[in-house]
């Protein structure tokens, strides 16, 4: 009878998978890309920066930058190594194209070792 | 639970669609080369936190903020990252101060709310009461009928 006509439904977020899940969710809005917000769950991030025993406290905002700066490494390192499986005339990235990129690319030296 | 703070993966759905956005399509990625690109994902997000880390404890502060990250990316020599975040972090922050604006005025909406509430509990009552009077006379017609 009384609808409540004030009501604004589920405010809750969109804030990505928290849980390790196999089928892909349904991602939030996706505005232009740049701005996007991030889509890798901060709390995750915010896991990793506590790893560090020298880090004392994180502000939400260097999570929230940490997890974007992530999604924008996974973006240049999926590129790069593209490039080198598009010489191959491959369209499927193996894993060896992802140790071509990162020996070529002075940036991603810090992670030569890392991946084994 | 983790042994290593690069087993901290970050969930494997969300790398991979990353990576289907980032690659033109049709191209496809092997199980082995996402798996390694998540694992680097987690190995930059713990190097940049030890960089930023560092511009921390410079300032003498406790606490990493933003610029203590966007200062590791030029560090780490990803400036081509400075400007992207930056309109992230701009973004983020007028989110967030919507965010705030909005449980604020919704705050502001109960209260008015629940003082309309009350008078509109009134009105109700009234109604009801007309429309079991109205019920009742029905039934005296159609009792006379009968007889």
């Known amino acids: ?116 | 639970m983790a042994e290593r703070p690069e087993d901290l993966n970050l969930p494997n759905a969300v790398i991979t669609r990353i990576i289907k956005e980032a690659l033109p399509d049709g191209v496809n990625i092997s199980k082995e080369a996402r798996s390694a690109i998540s694992r680097a994902a987690s190995v930059f997000v713990l190097y940049a936190t030890s960089c930023a880390n560092n511009f921390a404890m410079k300032g003498k502060r406790k606490t990493l903020n933003a610029s203590d990250v966007l200062s590791a990316m030029e560090e780490m020599e990803f400036q081509r990252f400075v400007t992207p975040l930056k309109e992230a972090l701009e973004a983020y922050r007028r989110e967030q101060k919507g965010k705030k604006e909005a449980s604020e005025q919704k705050k502001k909406d109960k209260d008015r709310k629940t003082d309309s509430e009350e008078q509109d509990k009134s009105r109700d009552e009234d109604n009801d009461e007309d429309e079991e009077r109205l019920e009742e006379e029905e039934q005296n017609e159609e009792e006379e009928v009968d007889n």
């Open chain 1, 1 to 116: 009878m009384a609808a409540a006509a004030t009501g604004s439904g589920p405010l809750r977020e969109e804030e990505g998978s928290s849980g390790e899940t196999a089928a892909p969710q349904p991602q939030g809005p996706t505005s232009v890309s740049g701005a996007r917000l991030s889509r890798l769950p901060l709390a995750r991030v915010k896991a990793l920066v506590k790893a560090d025993p020298d880090v004392t406290l994180a502000g939400q905002e260097a999570i929230f930058i940490l997890a974007r700066a992530a999604e924008l490494f996974v973006e240049t390192i999926a590129k790069d190594a593209y490039c080198c499986a598009q010489q191959g005339k491959r369209k499927t990235l193996q894993r060896r194209d992802l140790d071509n990129a990162i020996e070529a690319v002075d940036e991603f030296a810090f992670l030569e070792g890392t991946l084994d």
